[in-house]
């Protein structure tokens, strides 16, 4: 059962909220509010400016037009995408760190860095003394969530948090959010997850008047209450179209704009007309992803991997690892945290040598790899200018 939202404190609201990267407007004039217990889902196009938004509400980033409104003494948690820590410090010292502003002794700080880790996974004390720079990628996201989750915010921002994270990982920050979090919002793609820790959905794209719907209830009752509000949008344009079409030919009879009757009528023409071309260009808006395909290649075996096995420290990562990729492979990669999928990946794309075995790869094979951290992604590079080919 949902509760009104209507019915419960406000925690946090926003009040015609713009903000544009660059020339392009990401979202404009964003109206909505935040309530104590809020369970919300946040959607949208690849480019919709989730993440900004997010930024916008842990205030990170000032919008560049609107207001926000934060209820006195709450208290903001923010788990952006990429969390960096000391590579030196363990994850018990990391999020102790985290709760240095905290009015608590040292060893309630300890006691509940330990107790926050353990219900992230870091059971034993080993676990919780390992040097950061150890640590995988799921690991590390697990540090991150941990770090916000033990200052017990009454409000609590995820960005993306199940990047990286295996399905007991994911399993163990459903439970986590459910029972801890006072309220959260959380941006994310896995709409399993959504499904399952959501009970408020919202989604950013400029194709809705708004530039936002809210629908308080699962991922499942947002697809079914898009479906009615887009076929109401576009029924609605089917008779714009039509009213604009009688308008138009109205117009091109030459209509003389002497008296205050042909003078409104045209000032209506051309408003109708307006609203017309605003309604279809959010309908066209662009929505920007990337568009994976399989290699066209004719060779039947692109890579083949044999035997293959790694180690680091003296611990074996895994061994005798058989793999074959042929044109229009699909495969999905899947292991606990620190298991070595992303070792296994540096093998196959030549970034790291096996220990043992051997990778055979078809000739000129082109291998393109999208890393956890997009470390060889240029940051100083405009979008367009990081997608464009090489000139040279």
Known sequence: MTVSSSSRPL?????????????????????????????????????????????????????????????KGVRVGYVEQDTR?????????????????????????????????????????????????????GWKKRLAIACEVAREPDLLLLDEPTNHLDLEGILELEELLVEAAQAFVVVSHDRYFLENVSRRMLELDRVYPEGILSVDGTYSDLLVKRDEVLKNQKDYEEALANRARIEVDWLRRGPKARTTKSKARIDRANDLLGELADVRGRAAGPRAGI?????????????????????????????????????????????????GKTTLLSLLDGTLLPDSGEIERAPFLKILRFEQGRETLDKRLTLRRALAPDSD
């Open 291 to 339: 568009d994976f395909k399989a290699s066209g290649r004719g060779t039947k075996r692109l890579l083949e991997a044999t035997g293959l096995a790694k180690a680091f420290d003296g611990r074996t990562i895994f061994a005798g690892v058989d793999l074959l990729l042929g044109p229009g492979s699909r495969l999905g990669l899947l292991g606990l945290n620190g298991s």
């Open 85 to 137: 820590f000391p590579a030196e410090s363990t994850a018990e010292e990391v999020v102790i760190q985290a709760l240095a502003g905290e009015p608590l002794e040292e060893y309630e700080k300890e006691a509940r860095a330990a107790r926050t880790l353990g219900r992230l996974g870091f059971r034993d004390r080993s676990e919780r003394e390992l040097p950061v720079g150890a640590l995988s990628g």
């Open 11 to 71: 925690l946090l609201s926003c009040e015609g909220v713009s903000h544009q990267f660059g020339a392009r407007p990401l979202f404009k004039g964003l109206s909505f509010g935040l309530f104590q217990g809020d369970r919300v889902g946040l959607i949208g196009p690849n480019g919709s400016g989730k993440s900004t938004l997010l930024r916008i509400l842990a205030g990170r980033l000032e919008p560049d037009h609107g207001q926000l409104s934060l209820k």
